[in-house]
């Protein structure tokens, strides 16, 4: 059973930034993708962005520039470094991995941006 545990939420005020970190059970070359989603109350879950195993990155559109995706397969541990962050951006975010045509989920962390 693979297990993904999110870290790094909080309460921080707009223009902050937070740094998110997925930790992942086993060895994270075997995911051929790695991801943030978010999911806002009323919302649906959105992605925030995703990176391939030879470093590609690719992120929403909401994201312009602010966010930055990475992953250490030496610690089996992706990342999410956040900065100037809005209100809007208050949500669930969830790490995901995707390989061998399965997808997992961690439990979420809350991030919430005040004005």
């Known amino acids: 059973q693979v297990q993904l545990v999110e870290s790094g939420g909080g309460l921080v005020q707009a223009g902050g930034s937070l740094r998110l970190s997925c930790a992942v059970s086993?060895?994270?070359?075997?995911?051929?993708?790695m991801a943030w989603y978010r999911q806002a109350p009323g919302k649906q879950r959105e992605l925030v962005a995703m990176?391939?195993?030879?470093?590609?990155?690719n992120y929403g559109d909401f994201v312009k520039g602010r966010f930055a995706i990475s992953r250490d397969n030496a610690k089996n541990t992706m990342y999410l470094q956040m900065n100037s962050l809005k209100p809007e951006d208050t949500a669930v975010y969830y790490c995901?991995?995707?390989?061998?045509?399965?997808?997992?989920w961690g439990q979420g962390t809350q991030v919430t941006v005040s004005s």
């Open positions: 995901n991995a995707m390989g061998n045509f399965l997808a997992y």
């Open positions: 086993r060895n994270i070359f075997s995911f051929n993708t």
């Open positions: 990176i391939t195993t030879d470093g590609t990155t």
